[in-house]
């Protein structure tokens, strides 16, 4: 949505890496319209985030794709 935004930092991450993202509250109330939530100390959140597994979607119907992906997310979900 803007440039720094969260989007743009996974589109750099592959398989097996990892990153803190810190978002200024601020800038994603601007550019996305949604409100910063009441009641915090500070003006920064952050997200850790992992890429485990990077599911290509290649030439395959949206429906073989959605499949794979509920394949994927039932045997590798912890309940």
């Known amino acids: ?44 959140a952050s997200f850790t985030i992992k890429i485990e597994k990077v599911l290509h979607k290649g030439k395959d119907p949206d429906s073989i794709f959605e499949a794979k992906k509920r394949l994927f997310l039932k045997l590798n979900t912890k309940r």
């Open 1 to 44: 949505m803007f440039k720094g935004d969260l989007a743009s930092g996974l589109k750099l991450l592959g398989e097996g890496d990892s990153a803190v993202f810190k978002l200024n509250l601020d800038s994603m109330e601007k550019y996305s319209g949604q409100p910063k939530p009441k009641g915090l100390k500070s003006n920064i």
